[in-house]
């Protein structure tokens, strides 16, 4: 009796026949998890972002797009939602943690990274002065100087470009983004296969390649003037000049084996590594120059020591001082930075032009003077030797004659 | 001879396929398959990329089983470039690719079981499925496309409370699959529509190459990869297989396996205790090229790819196990009396239409001609 | 009225998997699960563009979908919602460089979005259930306007 009571209270019971009427899953079973990522990522300190679009160049599915933010007065990231799929690389990537999605930014900080970027940088040690602008402004100090050039480090770079703006030769710092990298390596498979094709065509049973190289060295190869040089610190061992050249190429010692000059390698070379001729150092900043004042001046040659380009300072002969040579000079501000007493400054090309020329006519006359000067006294010396010389022999020519006479 | 085309949408069919399926009255005498729905181009895409992003269009290859690709693919460059993974990494590694098996596995069984008719049985896979769903968002961070793996380890470290819920979650997911492997086996109906049909012998397994369960339903326990992964080998892990080679035996399988999975994952995580450290290194990755293997839930998957320095993905291959799989099909119709055991024999191969939209290129050793391949 | 409160209650879904990664799949696959349940909410999916309500498309348009997806859309029957699901259908997500003709907006019109890669199944529920019963109803106001509005010029 109690029992079928209870069963009536229960069936009667206002919440029992609520949950029969709609039975509907539970609200809790459907809540996430604190880990899970949810799209889009928070832009959660947009006071702390630097604008360096590490978050951008990040992003595999092109979701994020930095735009001008008038409350910040700077470029804030702003995420798709559409296209977001939630890897969280953006998170990892940002230097100062401005995003968040899930609790990536918090549990993973401190963990190794390296980042993923669209377009990369690479140095190019021909062209590179190592005056170390680009140390100085890099946000996340990847460059490093190995001694013989300066080096970025390709697992830390973000990819913000601040070290190409900071550069003061043009085309030190190259870039090559994923579009190069696909249209190089497209390039290179399509040269690759042709040449397999074609081989397999001119001779069916023998693989030797080696003869076909020699049989068209004369006519269809000598497209280039001289044998490419591989440029070490541009080369990313991507192998694509391997696979184009009928010769040989020894990546490992970056040297060119065997060459037949068919200038392949150059095309399919994604960060121009392959190289054959003189490279020419342009500058940025061809109106501005370096001055150095001669009055504040202590002459103590640190600029002259610190500077890395071949001729562009010199040390007058009158003052005993130095002066910077604009036509050469690259306007990389080490001297201005290294002057222990401020005495060098920016001014007008020209006017450092007139100095130069002042100067070096004075320092061009003063060495004519002293080679002509050293001549003088080099013939001098000469002459008098000569007449010295002459002078014994008619003295010995005379005794001769005298001891015959008394014979 | 009549035609019955299925597909590219149909009731039965969970992914974009065509099947015209001849048949002779209720018999079916051939198929012929057309693909290209799916087809991306992902290999195309990642030429020429970073490869932490290449990680994440790899783990979009397919969505089931979408951690053994990523894990793949880490170990590939990992392998080439000789970077030590830490412990800590590796055995969340093996929880995370086991509970994957699982959900996979379980997956098959439930469109399997619902292919059969046999409804009740695929909700309750289904509904076991989602507490293994739960461990992976807990575990990573997102259900699916987890993006928990990178070159050089796991993104994120677990606590001791995620672990207590796992083994909690993990007896709870046993109980439940002694239950429905026992329906499994002993049900009179199941065993009506899966015994003696779609059966592969041991010879046509080798003609066709055909790896996974498909295989190891037909008495090939070693074409199992993680007899040769060095975690697993830690794990002392075991194969499951059968010779019986038909449609049951398949499914009988993909449950045991998933009997072996929580196994493993009990071991895993009792060494995972055990082991101290990070759970991620840092990596420099050096130019060149390698490949690697290693067992999907449906069989093999092969990676080779070429570097630059700095891991930008040069050329990568990625071979997936249901391209040989499909070709074992062909076989199987031989023993299926009806139209409806064709469909179910061919969801008992489970096939994954996204991993299988790859463009393969034969070359004839005799003539050397070179032409792409299309499943007839 | 009658028609219009069922229609509320009983909406058939048809999945179409247009290229994507079958992640979207199982997850509107483990909507059918005990725990979601979407037939409680009414809600069937029947793979099935004849009898369908709703369109739930997924993955970016390929190539040989681009006349097929006109197709099916054209093939279900008047008051047509399209959901697109994941980054995917709304954007190409990560494979905007593949062989792709973009996404699914640009080919046929779309009503409502569920942004993810994947969502969760909870999500797409909700965004299912949001807008079928609404838009459906909408709809059918508008074609019984288009409606009369041709008997009136008849």
Same mark, same amino acid.
């Given at each position: ?407 | ?11 039965? !069919?969970? @992914?974009? /396929? ?6 002779? =009255?209720? +018999? %079916? &005498? *051939? ?103 739960? !461990?992976? @968002?807990? /575990? ?6 987890? =993006?928990? +793996? %990178? &070159? *050089? ?224 | ?154």
């Amino acid at each position: 009796m109690s029992s079928s009571m209870w069963y009536l209270y229960e069936f009667v019971r206002k919440k029992w026949i609520k949950k029969f009427l709609d039975a509907k899953t539970e609200k809790e079973i459907v809540i996430a998890p604190k880990r899970y990522r949810k799209v889009p990522p928070k832009i959660l300190y947009p006071e702390r972002c630097i604008s360096c679009g590490a978050c951008e160049g990040s992003c595999p599915s092109f979701a994020i797009k930095l735009i001008d933010n008038k409350k910040y007065n700077k470029k804030i990231p702003k995420i798709d939602v559409g296209s977001c799929i939630s890897c969280g690389n953006c998170v990892e990537s940002c230097p100062t943690k401005v995003l968040e999605i899930g609790v990536i930014m918090e549990e993973t900080r401190g963990l190794p990274w390296n980042i993923p970027k669209y377009s990369h940088v690479i140095i190019d040690e021909e062209l590179c002065v190592n005056c170390g602008s680009c140390k100085l402004v890099c946000p996340v100090d990847v460059i490093e100087y190995n001694g013989i050039t300066h080096v970025i480090d390709e697992n830390g770079c973000i990819g913000c470009k601040r070290c190409i703006e900071a550069c003061p030769v043009i085309d030190t710092i190259k870039t090559y983004d994923e579009k190069i990298l696909k249209e190089k390596i497209d390039k290179c498979q399509y040269l690759k296969f042709e040449k397999l094709l074609s081989c397999d065509k001119d001779s069916s049973n023998s693989n030797d390649r080696n003869l076909d190289i020699k049989k068209e060295k004369g006519n269809v190869y000598e497209k280039i003037s001289e044998i490419p040089r591989i440029v070490k610190s541009l080369c990313i061992s991507c192998e694509n000049c391997v696979d184009v050249c009928p010769g040989n190429i020894d990546l490992k010692n970056y040297k060119v084996v065997e060459c037949v000059k068919c200038g392949d390698c150059i095309e399919v070379c994604p960060t121009t590594a392959m190289r054959i001729g003189e490279v020419v150092k342009g500058i940025k900043l061809k109106d501005k120059c370096y001055i150095i004042d001669e009055k504040s001046c202590i002459g103590c040659r640190i600029c002259y020591k610190s500077c890395n380009v071949d001729n562009a300072i010199f040390i007058s002969t009158e003052t005993r001082l130095p002066y910077i040579n604009p036509e050469l000079c690259v306007r990389c501000g080490l001297c201005y930075r290294e002057c222990p007493v401020d005495a060098i400054s920016l001014t007008n090309t020209e006017k450092v032009l007139e100095i130069y020329k002042i100067r070096r006519i004075k320092d061009k006359f003063d060495a004519i003077i002293k080679s002509d000067l050293e001549e003088l006294s080099k013939n001098y010396v000469m002459s008098k030797n000569d007449i010295v010389e002459f002078a014994k022999i008619k003295v010995n020519k005379e005794v001769n004659k005298f001891i015959k006479y008394d014979d | 001879m009549n035609v019955v085309p299925i597909g590219p949408i149909h009731p039965v !069919l969970k @992914e974009p /396929i065509r099947i015209k399926l001849i048949v002779e =009255g209720e +018999n %079916v &005498v *051939g198929s012929e398959l057309e693909m290209g729905y799916v087809h991306r181009g992902i290999e195309k895409i990642m030429e020429g990329k970073h490869y932490l992003k290449g990680i994440y269009l790899s783990e979009r290859v397919c969505g089931i089983c979408s951690y053994i690709h990523t894990q793949t693919f880490a170990e590939c460059i990992e392998h080439m470039s000789k970077i030590e993974v830490p412990d800590k990494a590796r055995y969340l590694r093996v929880v995370t690719a086991e509970l994957e098996r699982i959900h996979s596995h379980l997956i098959a069984a439930a469109v399997y079981d619902l292919s059969i008719e046999h409804e009740t049985l695929a909700m309750w896979c289904l509904n076991a499925r989602e507490h293994v769903m739960d !461990l992976m @968002e807990l /575990i990573t961070g997102n259900r699916v496309n987890m =993006g928990f +793996n %990178v &070159v *050089g380890g796991v993104r994120l470290d677990i606590n001791k409370e995620i672990i207590d819920k796992i083994y909690k979650k993990i007896n709870e997911l046993e109980d439940d699959m002694k239950n429905i492997l026992e329906v499994f086996e002993t049900g009179p109906l199941i065993n009506l529509r899966g015994e003696g049909i779609g059966v592969i012998g041991y010879r046509e397994i080798m003609k066709t190459r055909a790896v996974g369960p498909v295989a190891r339903a037909s008495a090939m326990p070693e074409s199992d990869w993680r007899l040769r992964h060095p975690t697993y080998k830690e794990l002392k892990f075991k194969p499951v297989w059968r010779d019986e080679g038909d449609n049951s035996a398949r499914m009988i399988v993909r449950h045991e396996e998933v009997m072996t999975s929580i196994n493993l994952i009990r071991k895993a995580l009792e060494l995972y205790e055990e082991s101290s450290g990070g759970v991620r290194v840092k990596v420099d990755i050096k130019g060149g090229s390698g490949e690697w293997k290693n067992e999907a839930p449906r069989g093999e998957v092969y990676y080779k790819m070429s570097l630059t320095d700095g891991g930008l993905i040069k050329r990568i291959m990625i071979r997936t196990p249901t391209v040989m799989n499909l070709e074992a099909y062909k076989y199987m119709l031989k023993t299926c009396p009806t139209v409806s055991d064709a469909v179910t024999t061919y969801t008992s191969i489970d096939p994954c239409v996204s991993c299988t939209e790859r463009t393969i290129v034969l070359k004839d050793k005799k003539t050397g001609k070179i032409k792409p391949y299309s499943f007839k | 009225m009658i028609k219009e409160f069922f229609r509320k209650r009983d909406i058939n879904v048809c999945v179409v998997n247009t290229g994507g990664c079958n992640g979207c799949d199982i997850e509107i696959v483990s909507c059918l699960a005990p725990r979601y349940d979407i037939e409680q909410y009414g809600i069937h999916v029947h793979n099935n563009p004849r009898e369908a309500d709703v369109l739930v498309v997924t993955g970016p348009v390929t190539l040989p979908w681009k006349n097929r997806l006109k197709e099916i859309y054209e093939k279900t029957p008047e008051p047509k919602i399209v959901v697109a699901v994941g980054a995917c259908a709304l954007s190409c997500g990560i494979f905007k460089e593949g062989h792709v003709c973009g996404p699914v907006d640009k080919i046929i019109p779309v009503d409502a979005k569920v942004p993810g890669c994947p969502p969760r199944p909870a999500e797409i529920l909700d965004a299912i259930l949001k807008i079928a019963p609404d838009a459906i109803a909408s709809k059918e106001k508008i074609l019984k306007k288009r409606k009369e509005g041709v008997k009136s010029t008849v």
